[in-house]
């Protein structure tokens, strides 16, 4: 298989192809990418079940923990006003976890920017590979129309102005042979013509998709960073309520962050899979969707000296005839002006489309090279399984981060706040404010004074 120019698999793929998978019944599975094969799917909703045990793991401890602190803490003496030992000890861990789940927030946001550069490459390499696919399109169809368009006029004129030399008439006659032949040659080679798949439709598609997956994670990162930093607020400011707000949040966004986290696995280890040896399954689909033959899809996707060009053919006939029909032009320019005047003006005019034609062949040659196809898909390898899977990991660890920080944060947190003095909750009041409780017990003492 050849290798797209700059591509070569990570060592990121290497590793998570080289991980063992299993179906629901735990029978192993090849690591091979065959997303339609139910055994592949099934290991790969396996891997998003692993995420749901670590959520079920992560609530079992966090409940058996609060209800040993809740249920086995013992009593306060009464009158005492210290705080129980060990007190500070949890509210700066409860702080370093959170801290540990900001540093998480920034990491999410740093992969979230290169899975979207990955697939963004990938769309704009589908674009550049359409393009080139509707220039090879066109350059054929203007070609064989200005070849047909001179078969119908120009020849036709000069067959008429030339009947008098039955020798110049079989050489005209023989232009129209070579320039009919050429045209034939010409439709062959818009192979992508009529083709249903259509890889802008396919970029567009990608980008939809993309640009909901960005929007939401970035909604999933700014929700925790607010839940960390009101968690943190409600901390230093002792504010029991925005502390017992903060928790049920805190427990939302931890079932989030599992939640992702499977997806994520699980996308990273399909990727890598797809990513170790995308050749095969790239040829198999493409020729599936549209119907090409082996030849012309294994020279533009593998485009090494082993494949031949499957158009050389054609290329070679067109070319040889395009020089036919000029020689044979300027033959009939040197023989038939000097005694037929009025055949200079269609010569000229066939002289003018056979040079625009040649441009054009030249140009349809480069472009029917496999080099600019072939860079093409190797961009989007590079975006897809480089740029995109680095970003997946950096959003697996911060998943995990995440994770880790809330649940700490969740068997903290009521320790923290059960530490807090009770009158927290007017900290904040004015001294002066006639409601404050403190202010209004010191207005009733007053007036019994009086």
């Known amino acids: 298989m050849g290798t ?23 029978r192993p599975v090849p690591s091979g990418f065959a997303p339609q094969e ?13 995420a749901g045990l670590g959520l079920g793991l992560s609530l079992i401890f966090i409940a058996v923990y609060l209800i040993r602190f809740c249920c086995c803490r013992p009593p306060e003496p009464p009158g005492a006003k210290s705080p129980p030992p060990g007190g500070g000890c949890v509210t700066w861990s409860c702080i370093a976890a959170l801290l540990v789940g900001c540093t998480g927030i ?3 946001f740093y992969g979230n920017s290169e899975t979207s550069d990955g697939v963004s490459q990938l769309s704009s390499a589908l674009r550049h590979a359409n393009h080139t ?21 120009e020849l036709t004129t000069l067959e ?14 023989g232009a129209r042979r070579q320039a009919e032949a050429v045209a034939q040659q010409l439709q062959g080679l818009a192979f992508w013509q009529g083709v249903p798949l259509s890889p802008v439709q396919v970029a567009e598609d990608v980008s939809f998709v993309e640009e909901y997956r960005w929007l939401a994670y970035v909604l999933l990162l700014l929700l925790e960073l607010l839940v960390c930093l009101f968690t943190l607020l409600g901390l230093a400011k002792q504010s029991r309520w925005l502390v017992i707000v903060m928790t049920v949040m805190s427990l939302l966004v931890l079932v989030l962050s599992w939640g992702s986290m499977g997806l994520e696995a699980a996308t990273a ?25 082996s030849d012309i899809l294994n020279y533009y996707f593998l485009c090494n000296q082993a494949v031949s060009n499957p158009f050389q053919q054609r290329l070679t ?20 002006v000097p005694q037929f005047p009025s055949a200079q003006k269609p010569l000229l005019s066939l002289e003018e489309t056979l040079n625009v034609t040649e441009g054009n062949f030249h140009q349809l040659v480069a472009l029917l090279h496999c080099r600019g196809l072939h860079k093409d898909y190797g961009a989007a390898l590079r975006g897809l399984c480089e740029d995109a899977l680095e970003g997946l990991l950096y959003l697996l660890l911060f ?5 880790g920080a809330l649940a700490t944060a969740l068997c903290s947190l009521p320790r923290a706040w059960a530490l807090f003095p009770p009158s927290d909750d007017y900290d904040d009041t004015d001294d002066d404010d006639p409601f404050n409780p403190q202010e209004s017990k010191r207005f009733v003492q007053w007036q019994s004074s009086i």
């Open 38 to 50: 139910q055994e592949y799917q099934q290991a790969l909703l396996l891997v998003v079940a692993l």
């Open 133 to 153: 696919l509707t220039a090879i399109d066109h350059l054929v169809l203007e070609m064989v129309e200005r070849l047909d368009e001179a078969v119908r006029t």
């Open 106 to 108: 920034g990491i999410g």
């Open 269 to 293: 280890v399909g990727l890598s899979d797809f990513c170790s040896s995308p050749d095969t399954y790239i040829l198999n689909l493409t020729r599936e969707e549209t119907g090409l033959g």
């Open 4 to 26: 797209p120019p700059g591509y070569r698999p990570s060592a990121w793929v290497h590793l998570l192809h080289q991980l063992p998978r299993a179906d629901f019944q735990l």
């Open 317 to 336: 006939l067109s070319q040889r005839a395009l020089a036919n029909i000029h020689s044979q032009l300027q033959g009939l320019e040197r023989e038939a």
């Open 399 to 403: 998943s995990l981060l995440s994770a």
């Open 160 to 173: 008429e102005v030339l009947t008098q030399r039955t020798e110049l008439v079989a050489a005209t006659r």
